[in-house]
Every structure is written in C-alpha cells, then in structure tokens.
C-alpha cells in the first residue's frame, strides 16, 4: 500500500495504539489517534507523551507536523482508509469483556466506505474478527466485508522498554478475511515494518498471539514454581538457571519472580482456556494450572516476608515495609495488573504500613492509601522490611545491599548481609 496521502485512523492511544500511530506518521500516513480517554487525549494535545518508548519530543514533532491528531470524537474519523483497532480486552471475573471492540467498531462503522481497511489488533480469542469485528462493521455500514472493504487481525507485539525488539524491527504477524484483505492489511504493516508474516486466516493469526503469551506464561510459572520448592529444598534455584541455560540448545532461560502483570501473561492465556471451555466443554489444563501458580507469587512473597520479619524480632502486623518498584516490567510506568497491587492487599490484610518508591509510575495510577516516598537511604532505613518488586535501572541497587533492613529480593540483583532472594 502506497503511504502517500493516507489516511489512517488508531483508536486506542495506549501502550500499543500510541506507537502505532506514530510510525503510521513516519511512514508518510496522516494520523487521527481516537481514545474515549479524556485525561489521555488532554495530555496527547499536550505533547506530553506516557508511554516510556515514545518521547514527549517525537509526540510535539508529529502534532506541529500536522500529520497527527489526538482526538477522542469519532467525527474525525471521516474519510478513513485504514483504521487500527488496539483497544484493551479485560476479563471480568474471569470472562472476556470486548466491550471496547464492540464500541470502536460500531463508531467505525457509520464511517466505513468503500475500498477502506480495517485491522484488529487487540488480543482476543480466535473468531474474534469474523464472528464479532465484521457482523458490526457490515450492520452500520450497509456495506459487505471482503466485496466492499476489507478486514484483518494483526496481533500486537509491543514489548515496553525493550532496547533491543521495537515496533519496526519486530516481525509483525499480519492477516485477512480473504486474499484482498490479506494484501491490504499486509501492505499497511509493510510501510511500518521491516518484516511481515503471513498467515492463511484470521483464527491463526489470533491463536498467534494467545500462543506467545500461553508459552511464556507457563514457562515462568515453572520456574517460580520450582523458586519456591528449591527454596524449601535448600537448592538455589538462580544457580540452576543460570547453569541450565548454559545449553546452546533445547532450552530457554525464564526466571522466578513476585509474580506476572501487564495485559498479556495475567490475561490474554485465560482467553485461550475460555474459548476451549467455551467451544469445547473441556479445560485448558497447562493454562489453569499457570494461573494458580502466578497468581499467587505475591502471596508467597507475603509469606516470605514474614518469616525474614520473624527472624528480626518483629511481627509483620505494624511494619512498616518499603516496596521498591511497584509497576509490574521493568523500566516501564505500567501498573496494570502488576503483581506489586496484590502484594499490597495482602500485606494490608496482615497489617502491615505500605510504602511504595517508582518514579515512573503516574499519579493518577498511583495505588491509593500507599504512601509514595523517593529511592534514598534515608527511605530504606525507616523500614522494618523491604521488597524489591521491579528492578528500574534508575535504582542504586548498592543502596539496598547495604541497608541495615531485612531485603527481599524477586529480582535476584542484589547481595548482602541483611537481603535473601525469592
């Protein structure tokens, strides 16, 4: 697809829609970033960038460029000839909620005309984009999907502070209703990207996804699984780990940590399992088990913390205990579904005064009733215990080894006296 004059329209402006949207800038397209987001458009206007792999100076550049327009009114959307859906895709105990999908392509419907493309990205189960995306489309727009417009799923693979894999060098995995469809969704994501892959349909392509994240899932669920028995065995398990990816084939290193967090691993394998129970009437065994395991990494940690507690002379109930990084990757601001939230809730239950160090973390997102203090000694050595949750590389780690606080570390970053790893 030739760039040139293009209009492409992105809704959903967060953590995969923002970056999107700018690339599509790059690449020649003139862009309209839709969120329902009131704060989030206000800020894009700004200039201010949140998203920690887009700078607040590439945001302004492509606003005074003309070529990129935050918005969160639909009527922008006129005239579109590819729209990107990259909305978010929660479960509500424990069921998918597409509320947002059905939304964006109800308002993208009214819009849609001949010839346009439209692409799902956000992470579903497999037949989202036929049996849900397209009846939508086709019943506001009085047009037929596949005769008149096209339609593809392309699943995001966005991976936040990652110096390495960004958005044009990874390969993007691309899709169509049909072959016309394919082409175009295809040619879209060549201007983007250096490398797109093809597959035969839109359920590949979604199982694609569910697949990626199913596999690391279940992967650091050994592994943490095994951090806890190593410990209980009085084996280091970070040894073993360390050793065992020694071997050039056959194995991939994951390691144990206070739990997983983000979209993709606490949610997206829960789709997979819902769609085999839904469709199939049986259970997704490997992906059920993985939930238990991770879900309750924070509870362990809790436990854990007790006991280093005990051997201080000092009861949890009271303590005051400084977590240190509370978004759930590292180098990111992202809090969603981090695991340091369920740490806080349980370490409440049992008494405990929560303080919470990460600078990246905004405001707005800040947990409520966690007092927030800045990385120092002076932080550290008013603790009674501390965790470290997420290891930004803005922290000294030489300031936790050498607090006189008992140390627990997830991260396995730190040695010294008063610090024991997970």
Same mark, same amino acid.
Do not use: C
């Given at each position: 697809m030739s760039s040139l004059n293009k209009h492409a329209v992105i809704v959903g402006q967060g953590y995969v829609g923002l970056p999107v949207a700018m690339r599509a800038v790059e690449a020649g397209y003139t862009v309209v970033g839709l969120d329902v987001d009131q704060r989030r458009i206000d800020g894009l206007r700004r200039g201010e960038s949140y998203v920690d792999d887009i700078s607040s100076a590439?945001?302004?550049?492509?606003?005074?460029?003309?070529?990129?327009?935050?918005?969160?009114?639909? #009527? %922008?959307?006129?005239?579109?000839?590819?729209?990107?859906?990259?909305?978010?895709?929660?479960?509500? @105990?424990?069921?998918? %909620?597409?509320?947002?999908? @059905?939304?964006? #392509?109800? #308002?993208?419907?009214?819009?849609?005309?001949?010839?346009?493309?439209?692409?799902?990205?956000?992470?579903?189960?497999?037949?989202?984009?036929? @049996?849900?995306?397209?009846?939508?489309?086709?019943?506001?727009?009085?047009?037929?999907?596949?005769? /008149?417009?096209?339609v593809g799923y392309s699943p995001e693979r966005i991976d936040p502070g990652n110096p390495t894999w960004g958005f044009t060098n990874t390969p993007k995995v691309v899709s169509g209703i049909d072959a016309a469809s394919l082409e175009r969704v295809k040619g879209f994501y060549d201007d983007l990207v250096e490398r797109t892959v093809p597959v035969s349909g839109t359920k590949e392509a979604e199982l694609t996804k569910l697949l990626e994240n199913t596999f690391r899932h279940v992967n650091i669920a050994l592994?943490?699984?095994?951090?806890?028995?190593?410990?209980?065995?009085?084996?280091?398990?970070?040894? +073993?780990? %360390?050793?065992a990816s020694s071997k050039p084939f056959g194995f991939m290193k994951f390691t144990p940590g206070p739990g997983v967090g983000g979209h993709c691993l606490p949610v997206d394998p829960s789709y997979l399992s819902w769609q085999v129970r839904r469709?199939?009437?049986?259970?997704?065994?490997?992906? @059920?088990?993985?939930? /238990?395991?991770? $879900?309750?990494?924070?509870?362990?940690?809790?436990?854990?913390?007790? =006991?280093?507690? &005990?051997?201080?002379?000092?009861?949890?109930?009271?303590?005051?205990? =400084?977590?240190?990084?509370?978004?759930?990757?590292? &180098?990111?601001? /992202?809090?969603?579904?981090?695991? +340091?939230?369920?740490?806080?809730?349980?370490?409440?239950?049992l008494g405990a005064e929560i303080v919470g160090i990460d600078d990246r973390v905004e405001d707005h997102r800040w947990p409520a009733g966690v007092e927030r203090a800045p990385y120092t000694a002076e932080t550290l050595a008013g603790a009674d215990a501390v965790?470290?949750?997420? $290891?930004?590389?803005?922290? !000294?780690?030489?300031?936790?080894?050498?607090?006189? #606080?008992?140390?627990? !570390?997830?991260?396995?970053?730190?040695?010294?006296?008063?610090?024991?790893?997970?």
């Open positions: 590439t945001l302004t550049a492509a606003i005074e460029s003309g070529s990129y327009t935050p918005s969160d009114d639909y #009527a %922008d959307a006129e005239g579109f000839d590819v729209a990107v859906i990259t909305v978010p895709t929660p479960l509500k @105990e424990g069921i998918p %909620d597409l509320t947002y999908i @059905e939304d964006s #392509a109800r #308002a993208l419907s009214t819009r849609l005309t001949r010839g346009a493309t439209v692409i799902l990205e956000s992470t579903t189960y497999p037949g989202t984009t036929e @049996e849900l995306l397209v009846p939508i489309l086709e019943e506001g727009s009085g047009l037929t999907a596949g005769t /008149d417009f096209h592994v943490n699984e095994l951090a806890i028995f190593g410990h209980q065995l009085g084996v280091d398990v970070w040894e +073993s780990i %360390d050793a469709k199939l009437g049986q259970s997704f065994r490997f992906v @059920e088990l993985a939930n /238990d395991i991770n $879900d309750h990494m924070p509870d362990y940690v809790a436990q854990r913390l007790m =006991v280093l507690l &005990n051997r201080a002379g000092k009861a949890l109930n009271g303590a005051r205990v =400084v977590l240190v990084g509370l978004s759930y990757k590292r &180098n990111t601001g /992202d809090i969603r579904e981090s695991p +340091s939230l369920r740490l806080i809730d349980v370490l409440r239950e965790v470290l949750v997420t $290891d930004h590389e803005e922290f !000294d780690l030489q300031l936790l080894a050498e607090t006189s #606080a008992p140390v627990l !570390d997830t991260k396995n970053r730190v040695s010294g006296p008063t610090v024991e790893r997970l």
